[in-house]
């Protein structure tokens, strides 16, 4: 159990989060030889929480507002935000492999501190991702199972969108004059800033 | 699917008993059982954040191990032990849940194996 | 209830009593009364798995000799005898200097807690014996 | 409202050991709410003499079926009047096991 900090220098200057240090590896009984990896960066996360939580397919999101604690199911693990600046990461490789993923997601930190400052944060996502499902998605897409976009049906295509495996703009028929009104219905349920995390590249 | 609920009444590092109760925890959440830990009396201090046993008295720190169980499991602090030992919300660690009695029940009668370690 | 006859073999009963030891013998009465539920639950045709944490991997040692009080390790072979299931947590035998399965009574596993989370399923009832 | 279940405790702690303090916040829970059985074993048949009294397990003892070892009790020089009244004094842990196994939706040990 007994292990010395590992300490790692990633981005010098990074103007929020500059280093991260692994604190604890532990066994990760769930699949053979993984470990779960507990990790501290150098800064809390209060403030950028909600707007980091907001950058990631809703399918892929846990977020509790009242704790800022952001769980994402990415790059096959999941991986838990906590607002004090720790992490804890499950199913991993090896911390190499760790680190190099949260690299990732530093920058990713970094750039939502900076977007927080300036102000240009935009809304606060965190209430709408928990309520977004793909049945209010796909209730505002054209539902003519065209396979334009590589999917068979409209109803998988909007659960490829809420877990990031396919993006807004692959739906051809949105762009389409005759379906402004999905597209605008779209925007009442998502709101701009979700539209363009989703690919939406039209107006 | 089989559930447990943990319950831990000892304070941690004085008797092994908190960490072994967090160690069944893990396993049965590792096994993919629906599983909880609940601290309870004493145990409401296991919660405490900002503790450093392995730099100290060289033992796992608990608040750390603790995080092992979240997110498939919840740490449920019970508020009245809480309040009795004059501590608040923010001492405790991030994933600490409080829940009062009427919670509690409906929680413990969901469980198919509840467990006071 | 099924009553089968358990005698010399593990239980085949699908309801099982699963009893997780936390105390050392003699210091308290946990592993006498574990001692007696087991036999009787093994008596009523119960499966019996008993789990040995903290310092309940104590238990079964070879060689124990109370002058005063009754002895655990000839209750506990009395147990295996009778188709107990008998596994000590890994971590705690180690940490007390159990390393090999030959400082126990014969049957005595050493094995994970991991075996104690499979052990708590949809047909077992556990019982936490300690201080 | 949740249904009704048979809930059992077995405690082995005297008043002052710890753990019967968990024990009596924690049954507490299920008092008016649900089928609770008591069995009381090692020192935790102490919780039954008569000379002790405490509020929170007079409460509970009340709205609750009270089993106590016999075994336990001789051992300790209690003799059964000098028990509290409702109570069921067993010698063989039959009923306990088939209590536990069969009867009980869960059962808590303290």
């Known amino acids: 159990m007994e292990m010395k900090e590992l300490k790692f220098d990633i981005f010098e200057d990074g103007p929020l989060v500059k280093s991260v240090s692994i604190t604890k590896i532990m066994p990760c009984m769930a699949e053979e030889g993984r470990v779960k990896l507990a990790m501290q960066l150098d800064s809390t996360l209060d403030q950028v929480m909600p ?13 509790i507002p009242h704790k800022k604690i952001l769980t994402l199911n990415t790059h096959e693990r999941v991986i838990s935000f906590f607002p004090s600046g720790r992490i804890m990461m499950m199913n991993t490789r090896d911390p190499e492999e760790g680190i190099k993923i949260i690299t990732g997601f530093m920058e990713k930190i970094n750039q939502c501190y900076l977007e927080s400052e300036s102000g240009d944060a935009g809304e606060d996502l965190s209430e709408k ?8 998605i796909y209730n505002c897409l054209p539902q003519t199972n065209c ?6 049906t409209c109803m998988a295509f909007s659960m490829k969108l809420l877990s990031g495996d396919s993006t807004l703009d692959q739906c051809k028929p949105l762009l389409k004059a005759e379906n402004q009104n999905k597209v605008n219905s779209l925007k009442e349920l998502l709101g701009d800033q979700l539209m363009k995390n989703l690919g939406w590249v039209g107006n | 699917m089989s559930s447990l609920l943990v319950i831990i009444d000892k304070a941690p590092y004085g008797h092994e008993n908190a960490l072994s109760g967090i160690y069944i925890a893990i396993a049965s959440l590792d096994r993919g059982m629906d599983s909880d830990v609940l601290l ?9 954040k900002n503790q450093s046993a392995d730099k100290t008295i060289g033992y796992p720190s608990v608040s750390e191990l603790i995080y092992s169980i979240f997110p498939n499991g919840t740490l449920f602090v019970h508020l009245d032990s809480l309040t009795q030992r004059g501590m608040k919300y923010e001492d405790l660690v991030e994933i600490a849940e409080l829940i009062d009695g009427k919670t509690l029940h409906e929680l413990s009668k969901s469980k198919k194996h509840i467990i006071k370690i | 209830m099924r009553i089968t006859d358990t005698n010399n073999r593990k239980s085949s ?3 099982v ?13 946990y592993a006498d009364i574990g001692y007696k539920m087991a036999q009787k639950a093994l008596e009523l045709g119960y499966g019996v798995k008993i789990f040995l944490y903290m310092d309940g991997v104590h238990i079964p040692q070879k060689d124990q000799n109370p002058r005063t009080l009754p002895n655990i390790s000839q209750s506990f072979e009395e147990l295996i ?4 299931e008998i596994k000590a947590c890994i971590r705690c035998a180690a940490a007390r200097g159990y390393m090999e399965e030959s400082q126990y009574l014969e049957g005595v596993e050493i094995t994970s807690v991991y075996d104690l989370a499979e052990w708590m399923d949809e047909n077992s009832k556990v019982v936490m014996l300690g201080s | 409202m949740a249904i009704k279940m048979h809930i059992g405790f077995i405690l082995t702690k005297s008043p002052s050991q710890q753990g019967f303090r968990t024990f009596i ?24 003499r008569k000379s002790y009294s405490d509020p929170d397990l007079e409460t509970l003892f009340k709205s609750s079926k009270v089993h106590v070892s016999g075994s336990d009790l001789k051992a300790r020089g209690i003799e059964d009047e000098m028990i509290k009244e409702d109570m069921i004094v067993f010698s063989e842990y039959d009923d306990m096991i088939i209590d536990v196994m069969e009867n009980f939706n869960q059962v808590i040990s303290f």
């Open chain 3, 81 to 84: 005898e009778k188709g107990c």
């Open chain 3, 17 to 29: 009593m699963v009893i997780v030891l936390s105390d050392g013998p003699y210091i308290s009465q």
């Open chain 1, 147 to 152: 396979e334009e976009c590589g999917t068979a």
């Open chain 4, 25 to 48: 916040d924690f049954s507490k829970l299920y008092i008016n709410n649900d089928r609770i059985s008591i069995y009381l074993l090692g020192n935790g048949v102490y919780c039954a």
């Open chain 3, 13 to 15: 009963h699908p309801k």
């Open chain 2, 40 to 48: 309870m009396g004493d145990g409401v201090y296991a919660a405490q």
């Open chain 1, 129 to 136: 991702l928990s309520k977004i499902g793909p049945l209010n």
């Open chain 1, 51 to 63: 707007i980091f939580a907001g950058k990631f397919p809703p399918g892929k999101v846990n977020y």
